[in-house]
């Protein structure tokens, strides 16, 4: 900030200013009418996940009175069970997948830019794209409901019941394509918040003075990057035994139901902190504001917040203690569950200590950041007995398990993001929500919760077990389960409350002044609702509190003071910074409105809906027409007309991003392909697992995949690679003769492969229905066959960009990006060839 | 350049990556072994197995101090804010890694492998 005060008294002429800030609101403007579904600005996109999730959060609030209406009393027919199991598995899925998880991610689409003092996200229209695969595959899946085909196997989806044997409806297809579908939409918010995060932080936004949310929102979005994939596979798998009849969780095929629960809590348990990271995030944000001090211990919020992220991977088997496995193995695991609760003590002795030093204001916002303390801690007191191996034995699959879960995940989540809402409302709106309402809204939801799910434990400890659609009069659990139902309604109401407030504050709250709050980050700083741009000028920011040491900071932004203050060339400009140090690296120029995303994800909801009829051909032709469309989205970046038209400097700035080695286009493709590698490694955890512990698991004596082919395709693959990496090191140079005629014979060696792949196939004659050895061989070589092919024709296309002047020594970004798709695909390759052709022939199959 | 290395901001998830690594090794060492050779449970926890799983434990435990110690060092010499930060943060990852390899890793010594 020291240097702010040097930006902030540079003087511009009224004139200049006013055709300044014209220029802004020209290159900035979202358009109106059917052209607002062009819209990729991040405000708007981060409240169109708000929203959605919202309505979604309503629809499985229905279903969560209708569990509770049926459970009331001992032996109601309310619901018949077949509908009854389709509405719990209904709740839980939307619940999870179609709110919690969206809403947060819309929070921090629309927070993150703000905090950190950029005008948008790194890459809007993946923004753009992740919305509409949300809204369509949240459709699709909520669809099923309303024609009484829903699933029905629990939101876990375990198989041999949710296999086509026990599943026979389309309920189980609705659920896989349609969370896979959704989950496209939260990996490409997770990439792109990560690269956001690390390298678009306003000038002097150093690692160490970035606002705390930035970093449980970095954790948060990692660990979906990661996280995600493995059910992302599950489903893949899943879709294809029952659509195809590939064997891989049947075991009569060699393969085992037990690894869909791996592949499942692999996803599942890091999910949780999935959702309460941002929580917390939204915890360490209000309280230093209404405490009106900095937070107690900053570097070890990050130490708690980075040991959560990676401990939480380690507990998943405790959901399958109940499986049958070594005691041995279940301490290591029964360990994990303990030690994860460490990091999050920390955070809340932090917080209980900022709230001890400061001097606490007890306004709506902090009271469901009180409610969350109590809450929270509950579930997370429960969560340690679970750990407890003996106790979760006793307690599995009871309501115990049900009332711990609602009280971490409404406790972690829910609390904090109402909380959120009624912090950042006027931010939305521009005005004040009532007292009085938020605070009957928050007693309210507050009472009726814990009668609802504090009574559960008792239920379950009584031995009342989850997911059963009624009970006996004799069972003793009759009065817990009229207090629980009763006690939904008074929450219930709480929520209908909280919504009134939220609708009338549109029309009758008053309205708010700058930084109502006395808030110390940078979201405060721009207009109140903010503009499509966010910020006039961008500022140097060297503290914590930007807005508690520089007050006037608003001002001297919304007057063009500091940087990146001209708009005339007709560039939507954000800073690139280095991820250590916050240095000035280059100026970011991103893409605008456009319809590319929209198509996409509409071709792409016709491919899941044709698969979901099995109409195969046209799924095929979707499936072009999608990859039509993205690539086309592909061709407008970099030095392309409409995503740079004038190319000309700034004197004084870095360099434009694609004039350079190392834009955000390398850090997003290299994140994109730490979401793949953690996919590939499931597939291959997948491969070994079977191998080693299916029990009927059958391997033919030789392996059906020629090595001499695999080989040849592998050399082709390595010299297009060294090839690449010449070109690069050339560019790097500023040579860049022959650099067209370089890439088209990458990319017919890339084609090279891909035949050699397609003819390992043919030969291989595998029969993918009979075993689940021959089914993982098909899938893993599609998988390589996808991936060497998508090599060739990005780098035909590169080739392309040459001749059409886009990609060149002046522009030499993107055969970067390219090359690090090629190295993971190399990579990956021969760890394909190594695991299923070469370690077969060594150790010998079993038939 | 030494230096650069210990304060980089990579340190702050490497210590708790390898306690994943290790993590996998020990879940997958032990599920593999006793799928395809279980020990004799009248043994007990003395073990080839159990005694392997404790050696890579304490590998990995001594492995992650020095890079703790190594962090911490490189902490203090700094003079660079943002490094200093990186650096003492991934001092306390190793650490508390180090502590996790070994709060897992424990029972090794006491529970017989494939029980």
Not at chain 1, 226 to 244: D, K, M, N
Request: charged share 10%.
């Amino acid at each position: 900030m020291n240097d702010s005060s040097q930006d902030s008294s540079r003087k511009t002429a009224p004139e200049d200013t006013r055709r300044f800030l014209e220029d802004l609101e020209r290159v900035w403007a979202n358009p109106r009418g059917l052209g607002a579904l062009t819209i990729v600005n991040h405000t708007t996109v981060g409240l169109r996940f708000m929203l959605t999730g919202m309505a979604f959060f309503l629809v499985g609030g229905v279903l969560a009175m209708l569990i509770r209406s049926q459970l009331a009393f001992p032996g109601q027919n309310f619901m018949a069970p077949e509908i009854y199991n389709q509405v719990v598995t209904m709740h839980g899925t939307v619940m999870m997948f179609l709110f919690a998880i969206p809403i947060l991610e819309g929070l921090a689409i629309y927070m993150i830019p703000k905090m950190i003092g950029a005008r948008d996200l790194v890459c809007p229209r993946l923004s753009a794209f992740g919305y509409w695969c949300y809204l369509f595959g949240g459709l699709i899946l909520l669809s099923s409901l309303f024609m009484e085909m829903a699933p029905s196997s629990g939101w876990f989806m375990y198989t041999p019941l949710s296999s086509k044997v026990y599943s026979p409806g389309l309920g189980s297809d609705f659920w896989l394509l349609g969370i896979t579908f959704v989950e496209i939409s939260a990996l490409s918010a997770g990439v792109e918040l990560v690269v956001s995060i690390l390298r678009t932080r306003t000038q002097g936004m150093a690692l160490h003075k970035m606002p705390l949310f930035a970093w449980y929102i970095l954790a948060m979005a990692m660990m979906i990057v990661v996280g995600f994939p493995p059910l992302i596979l599950g489903s893949v798998l899943l879709e294809l035994e029952r659509a195809v009849g590939m064997p891989f969780f049947d075991v009569a095929g060699g393969g085992d139901p037990i690894l869909w629960q791996h592949l499942f809590w692999l996803f599942g348990h890091p999910e949780v902190y999935i959702i309460f990271l941002p929580g917390a995030g939204i915890v360490s944000t209000l309280i230093p504001v209404f405490a009106g001090r900095p937070i107690v211990g900053y570097g070890w919020a990050v130490f708690a917040v980075i040991t959560t992220g990676f401990i939480s991977f380690g507990l998943w088997v405790h959901h399958m203690f109940t499986v049958g496995m070594p005691q041995l193995a279940q301490t290591f695991f029964s360990a994990a569950s303990m030690l994860v609760a460490v990091p999050t003590g920390i955070q809340i002795f932090l917080w209980l200590a900022t709230l001890w030093l400061g001097k606490p204001r007890l306004q709506v916002p902090m009271l469901w950041i009180f409610g969350f303390l109590f809450v929270f801690v509950l579930g997370g007191l429960t969560g340690v007995m679970l750990a407890l191996v003996p106790f979760n034995w006793q307690v599995h699959d009871t309501h115990f398990v049900v009332a711990h879960m609602h009280y971490v995940l409404v406790g972690g989540m829910f609390f904090p993001l109402i909380g959120g809402l009624y912090y950042w409302l006027p931010l939305f709106s521009g005005r004040m929500p009532s007292q009085t309402l938020g605070k009957w809204g928050f007693w309210l939801t507050f009472l009726g919760f814990n009668g609802t799910f504090l009574i559960m434990h008792w239920t379950g400890l009584l031995g009342m077990p989850r997911r059963v659609y009624t009970y006996g009069a004799d069972e003793g659990w009759q009065l817990f389960n009229l207090i629980s139902s009763v006690s939904s309604f008074l929450m219930a109401m709480g929520i209908a409350m909280i919504l009134v407030d939220i609708m009338l504050h549109f029309r009758f709250g008053k309205p708010a002044r700058q930084n109502p709050w006395n808030a110390d980050t940078l979201e405060w700083a721009t207009s109140m609702p903010p503009s499509p741009y966010n910020f006039v000028s961008l500022p140097k920011v060297e503290t914590r509190h930007p807005l508690w040491e520089y007050p006037q900071l608003p001002r001297t932004i919304a007057e063009g003071r500091h940087g990146l203050a001209a708009a005339f060339h007709g560039r939507r400009e954000i800073w690139g910074t280095d991820p250590l140090t916050g240095k000035l690296r280059e100026v970011i120029h991103i893409p605008t409105n456009s319809w590319w995303p929209l198509f996409a994800a509409l071709a792409l909801a016709v491919v899941c809906i044709s698969l979901l009829l099995r109409w195969y051909p046209l799924a095929g032709i979707a499936v072009l027409v999608a990859a039509g469309f993205l690539l086309r989205w592909s061709w407008e970046n970099g030095a392309h007309p409409r995503a740079a038209p004038d190319t000309r400097e700034q004197p004084g700035n870095p360099p434009l991003h694609s004039r350079t080695l190392d834009g955000p286009g390398v850090w997003t493709m290299a994140v994109a392909l730490l979401a793949n590698g953690a996919f590939f490694l499931s597939l291959l955890f997948g491969w070994f697992y079977l191998w080693t512990i299916s029990p009927e698991w059958s391997m033919p004596p030789e392996s059906p995949l020629s090595l001499t082919l695999l080989v040849l395709a592998g050399l082709a693959s390595s010299a297009g690679w060294l090839w690449l990496e010449r070109c690069v090191r050339r560019l790097r140079r500023r040579q860049g003769a022959g650099l067209a005629k370089g890439l088209y014979m990458i990319s017919a060696l890339g084609a090279v492969q891909l035949g050699l792949l397609v003819w390992v196939l043919v030969l291989a004659e595998l029969d993918v229905t009979a075993t689940a050895h021959d089914a993982v061989l098909m899938v893993s070589l599609v998988y390589v066959m996808l991936h060497t092919g998508f090599g060739a024709v990005l780098t035909l296309l590169q080739g392309l960009r040459v001749g059409y002047g886009y990609v060149g020594v002046e522009a030499p970004l993107e055969p970067v990006v390219v090359r690090l798709l090629w190295r993971y695909n190399l990579g990956v390759y021969w760890i394909v060839v190594v695991s299923l052709a070469v370690l077969p022939r060594m150790i010998g199959g079993t038939t | 350049m030494r230096q650069i290395l210990w304060t980089h901001p990579i340190n702050l998830v490497v210590g708790l990556t390898l306690w994943s690594v290790w993590f996998v090794a020990m879940y997958g060492g032990l599920s593999v072994v006793c799928a395809i050779a279980p020990p004799d449970p009248e043994q007990g926890p003395l073990t080839l197995l159990n005694a392997g799983l404790a050696l890579l434990t304490l590998i990995t435990v001594a492995f992650l101090a020095w890079l703790a110690w190594k962090c911490f060092h490189a902490s203090q010499q700094t003079t660079m804010r943002a490094a200093h930060f990186c650096a003492i943060v991934s001092a306390g990852l190793y650490l508390a890694s180090m502590v996790a390899v070994l709060f897992v890793g424990v029972p090794v010594l006491g529970l017989s492998p494939c029980v």
